[in-house]
């Protein structure tokens, strides 16, 4: 039996990559085995030191499922592929697989004086996914794969926000160098309003 969409086993195999991106993402949340833990004040004494971790590990939660979130629709706008589009998802799973290590960076550094280059290599990611999504949206409209008109609508404002995204990402990346915390907690605004521009974007 055919398949009912062209780009069935293309989706099948992007939900696995973000499945693992995900996981990989809480394996260095952990207390060190060097933690000495005698009471139990010791044991919330070493939680409070790895929440710079989980705070990042939200935020990196957050942008990979509101990345896959998007994705799925995105897949649903077209009936067709190419061998550009395949190139250029491709390109855009590198940037999400690669998350989890800058995550790692911010998870245990960002309270330094050492967060810059976690900070700045974190927002360059970012500026990378956005390239995908660029190189994704911009393909699926040059080689005519949506089903409709509503569709190729829908891929151009697509292609609007990831060119927005690599403006604000990359600035971001640079302003790092001087102001990496300032930079983490607006990083962290952003996405949350991604998060909401997405949920109302859902109930529309």
Do not use: Q
Request: aromatic share 14%; proline share 4%.
């Amino acid at each position: 039996m055919p398949e009912p969409n062209a780009n069935t086993r293309l989706e099948a195999f992007c939900d696995g990559v973000f499945a693992i991106a995900l996981t990989l993402l809480i394996i260095d949340i952990k207390i060190p085995s060097t933690a000495n833990i005698n009471s139990t004040a010791d044991l919330w004494l070493a939680l409070k030191h790895i929440l710079p971790s989980i705070s990042a590990f939200v935020l990196s939660l957050i942008i990979i499922l509101i990345t896959w979130v998007n994705h799925h629709a995105s897949l649903k706008l077209l009936n067709r592929s190419s061998a550009s589009f395949i190139y250029a998802n491709g390109f855009m799973l590198l940037a999400i697989v690669f998350i989890p290590f800058p995550t790692s960076l911010m998870g245990e550094y960002i309270l330094t004086d050492h967060a810059a280059p976690a900070v700045i290599l974190y927002n360059f990611n970012l500026a990378i996914l956005a390239i995908g999504w660029i190189l994704f949206t911009g393909s699926a409209l040059k080689d005519h794969l949506g089903r409709n008109e509503k569709s190729v609508l829908e891929n151009r404002n697509s292609l609007k926000y990831a060119f927005f995204a690599f403006v604000i990402y990359s600035f971001f990346a640079i302003a790092a160098i001087w102001f990496p915390l300032v930079i983490a907690i607006v990083t962290t605004l952003t996405w949350i309003f991604w998060l909401i521009l997405g949920l109302k974007a859902r109930h529309e």
